[in-house]
T-cell receptor, first 109, second 112 residues
Framework: GQNIDQPTEMTATEGAIVQINCTYQTSGFNGLFWYQQHAGEAPTFLSYNVLDGLEEKGRFSSFLSRSKGYSYLLLKELQMKDSASYLCAVKDSNYQLIWGAGTKLIIKP | IAGITQAPTSQILAAGRRMTLRCTQDMRHNAMYWYRQDLGLGLRLIHYSNTAGTTGKGEVPDGYSVSRANTDDFPLTLASAVPSQTSVYFC???????????FGNGTRLTVT
């Protein structure tokens, strides 16, 4: 079967750095996405990786290793507004998105 | 403001009733999707449409139907609602199959 694994919940301190990991086992790979979802709201797109390496976008970076079936989302200079769930999703060989259950990130002052 | 509009925002529905969740986008995206989101589970694809006039089944299609008569609209119908269909339903669209998804604000449905 296909599955995406991410930690259920993480806690970090305002101003710090946090890394959210995602491991995947899918039939084929056509890209990995990270989305942010605030409580009660819709997911919003954060980043896309299709080749190995690091993609940086402001305070957020995403890393991919296809050989290891592994990605992480790195959030720097954490702000209270970063408290949200972070969803990892992989496009399989049929271009269908397989979603992880999400990581709830709690930021403490 | 361009985006996706879902209606209603929330609904309480008696079991056995028929219900259509509406979804409209004004971005002229080709692909549209319906997902359900339940606590502790990832988003699960119900149905999708890669272009107007075509639809396909996702991971959890049973009990749901869709139509795509034009580019903008992608309604989801529950023919006879059951309590296990209690969930938050998100409509999404993407320009192509490889593009990021844009989500509507969701419909919170409770079937009693």
């Amino acid at each position: 079967g296909q599955n995406i694994d991410q930690p259920t919940e993480m806690t970090a301190t305002e101003g710090a750095i946090v890394q959210i990991n995602c491991t995947y086992q899918t039939s084929g790979f056509n890209g990995l996405f990270w989305y942010q979802q605030h409580a009660g709201e819709a997911p919003t797109f954060l980043s896309y990786n299709v080749l190995d390496g690091l993609e940086e976008k402001g305070r957020f970076s995403s890393f991919l290793s296809r050989s290891k079936g592994y990605s992480y989302l790195l959030l720097k200079e954490l702000q209270m507004k970063d408290s949200a769930s972070y969803l990892c999703a992989v496009k399989d060989s049929n271009y269908q998105l397989i979603w992880g259950a999400g990581t709830k990130l709690i930021i403490k002052p | 403001i361009a985006g996706i509009t879902q209606a209603p925002t929330s609904q309480i529905l008696a079991a056995g009733r028929r219900m259509t969740l509406r979804c409209t986008q004004d971005m002229r995206h080709n692909a549209m999707y319906w997902y359900r989101q339940d606590l502790g589970l990832g988003l699960r694809l119900i149905h999708y449409s890669n272009t107007a006039g075509t639809t396909g089944k996702g991971e959890v299609p049973d009990g749901y139907s869709v139509s795509r008569a034009n580019t903008d609209d992608f309604p989801l119908t529950l023919a006879s609602a059951v309590p296990s269909q209690t969930s938050v339903y998100f409509c999404a669209s993407s320009e192509t199959q490889n593009s990021p998804l844009h989500f509507g604000n969701g419909t919170r449905l409770t079937v009693t």
